[in-house]
């Protein structure tokens, strides 16, 4: 017996379609000569097949391997950049750094389209067009800090912004210096404070649940007319989801995400006041994918509802990320009407990489 | 299966996020565990002045009557655990199933509790030496005809609770009839103790305002005890590092208990071996007050030989019988790991494990699927070995020979020191010793402590100061 309706069945197939011909576009333009980048065509050298060739849909994908990120770790970054792109202007972006040495990505238009599409699921009544918006996350070489910028503008507001070092709170928290982590957050909170006091149009706010934690233990933001609240971050789950609507900011639209460097910002599936706060995302199709594997066995899909490793796929004409094993682990969730394929829920690190990896303010 | 719940200024919180408390052996679950997130103990905390409000509403003789009621009915009746009911024999399994102690032990820790309440007064006449405790009430008293004021220098006290010995929980309680509201973290595989404490204050009539009960996290303990405005802190060297110079934080981490025999009692050591081992063995040798190092000045392989055909007689027993004397390890390859590493620094010349002889089995040993490390005495010529500054979560003591007058410097941080001497100079070297905090002349147990003593500092001077007052008409 088929577990979906008819019609969502009907739209997981024309979304099974889409990307199956989005994977085909993609590889074409990474492994064509005239428009590929040097390390794929490289990388194509080293293959005893021709991925143009043997790869006509998703599935296929398999036949490359799984993309490891020591290649993006050190230079040259721009054995990364398209050459169908050369020329133009490009960003590169760097990842939290909370696992060692940093790994880069090129970006050229990828973040403001990825924000963009992100844009129109947000609720034109909460997060208001021409509203001003207050970016409390990390600054510096993240794609983040731009990323947010951008969807502010391209809702016709302002973005302000703080200061906030994310590898200084790692070093603090891998010293043990909690109470200068705790001066430290403070400072980064009171910038937030004096901004918000200063500019009456400022209604949506991008941040991190410890950020916002911190924040509303000095100030009512819907009484400082916040009206949404875009909020990504390890420390997200069900519980802290619950915490925020029943305690922290009632009365604001808050709006879980989940994004990274490598994929771009996956939605969270609506919140129907029905007290279910389980949290799940959904990535971009068909630009992203998520597959929730066995950990001991990336090649094997887990059932609906099992825990698995998540697998990202990113299929973008900047940049190509075959079959990553990122380093979260999730409930496979199935897809629902207005995201017509899989999912992932609880999503959390991985359960062998917990007492390894220092989570800061994220 | 049970749900242990947070309290939030006694109020019960379920959480969507919950940790398992499994048995010690199986692994299967006993019980869910509430997770509260941090921002909701930093989001408590700004109400905490309110809170402490309406403790300090209750006359210090009320909560004095309270404690001695609350005893009554920790020791006696039901109580509430979540949505189910949890009774005296209960709350004794369910400890002993989570942290693999001996119900005979779980009970012995189950009347140090149940003492410090019963004798609160006591208990707060030592620490305030004889103060009249009304202070607590009024802010100041007339002594002596001289004027004493004490100001309270918080609203709440935190407590990052450990999991190896409820007897310390025992430290925390005189908070109450002080007037300071709890903040407890319980460790992951004991949170029975403090919870089943606080369900008896209320029900005996304590504001339920006054009790906080967070299982939490990592970050969650580092946000009680940034936000309290004094605290505990029970941990190993390195979970209580970070701290250690922050001065509301009172730290209770690892003892270094000793027991010293003098030059002028060392030939007559047999009659102190029942000392020496009570000291390692008592509560399964796992708290900070069991002895592990026995420092003599002299005849120190003779006294280590006979100590060790003692401690090899200890055997391995299940949890349900009463001559149980050691606790099983809820966590078997901790049990392993320590095991090789006191293998491995034997390796080191200097040190000799002198049980291994006289016990028929090797260190770790399983009975009816649980693990167990046999008490241990390691002979250490060299005081300096790293075995000779040890100490583990069962029964194990170094027995190291010094020169008396070197032996204080050598033996380094102490939380008890028993010293058997009747020198009076060496005992002057000894009070005046940094390194040592609590001091037993005489053959007494390190494990016997007098709760009108402080230990590892004063609560009432960690939760009171003193300030100068004069007064006119």
Known sequence: ?362 | MIHIPILRAGKVYKSLDANKVVHFKSGEPIAELSQANRGMIARDMLKMSEYQNVLQEFPVRKLLEICKKAADIFRNESLPLGDHEQSPEDYISQLSSSTGMPKSLCRRNMDKILLVMEEMEAVLGGLTRGLDINVVDSGWVEQNGTPLSFIRETDSLGAILPSNSPGVHSLWLPAIPLKVPLVLKPGSSEPWSPFRIIQAFIAAGAPREAFHYYPTSYNGAAEILLKTGRSMLFGDKNTVAPWKKDPRVQIHGPGWSKVVIAEDKVDDWESYLDVVETSAVSNGGRSCINASGLWVAGRGKEIAEALAKRFAKITARTIDDPAAEIAAFANKPLAEMISEMIDQQLEIPGAEDLTAKYRETGRFVELDGCAFLLPTVVWCEDPTHPLAHSEFLFPYISVVESPQDEMLEKMGSTLVATAITGNRSFIQKIFASQHVERLNIGPIPTMKISWDQPHEGNLFEHLYRQRALQMIG
């Not at chain 1, 009171?190 to 100030?219: G, W, Y």
């Not at chain 1, 950990?295 to 900047?318: A, I, Q, S």
């Open chain 1, 1 to 362: 017996m088929d577990i979906f309706s008819k019609a969502l069945t009907e739209k997981m197939k024309k979304a099974q379609s889409d990307l199956d011909a989005h994977v085909r576009e993609i590889v074409d333009w990474h492994f064509d000569p005239a428009t590929g980048s040097p390390f794929w065509l490289e990388y194509a050298e080293k293959l005893d097949f021709d991925p143009r060739k043997e790869i006509g849909s998703f599935d296929d994908l398999k036949i490359l391997g799984h993309f490891e990120d020591e290649w993006l770790r050190g230079g040259p970054v721009r054995r990364w950049v398209p050459k169908g792109l050369a020329g133009k202007p490009t960003y590169v972006f760097e990842t939290g750094g909370s696992t060692g040495v940093p790994k880069t990505r090129i970006n050229i238009n990828d973040f403001q389209t990825d924000y963009e599409i992100f844009s129109d699921t947000l609720n034109d009544e909460t997060f208001p067009k021409g509203a001003d918006w207050l970016m409390l996350g990390p600054s510096g070489p993240r794609r983040l800090r731009l990323a947010v910028e951008h969807l502010c503008q391209h809702r016709g507001g302002i973005c302000f912004f703080v200061d906030l070092d994310p590898r200084w709170v790692n070093k603090l928290i891998k010293r043990g210096e909690h109470q200068e982590m705790q001066q430290y957050k403070d400072h980064v909170i009171n910038q937030a404070l004096t901004i918000l006091r200063a500019h009456d149009n400022i209604q949506c706010v991008f941040t991190t649940p410890k950020l916002l934690e911190a924040l509303c233990e000095k100030i009512n933001l819907r009484k400082a007319g916040v009206k949404g609240i875009f909020c990504g971050g390890t420390e997200m789950n069900a519980q802290f989801h619950r915490f925020a609507r029943e305690e922290l900011v009632p009365g604001i639209d808050f709006v879980p995400t989940y994004g990274n460097t490598l994929m771009g910002l996956a939605a969270c599936k609506p919140f129907n006041n029905d007290n279910d706060y389980a949290i799940t995302y959904y990535p971009p199709h068909p630009r992203a994918v998520f597959e929730i594997v066995n950990p001991d066995n990336l090649d094997e899909v887990v059932d609906y509802g099992e825990t698995g490793r998540v697998l990202l796929t990113t299929l973008t004409k900047e940049f190509f990320v075959p079959r990553f094993p990122e380093r979260d682990e999730g409930d496979r969730a199935a897809p629902i009407d207005l995201y017509p394929w899989d999912g992932v829920s609880n999503l959390r690190l991985l359960s062998s990489l917990q007492t390894s990896v220092v989570v800061g303010v994220y």
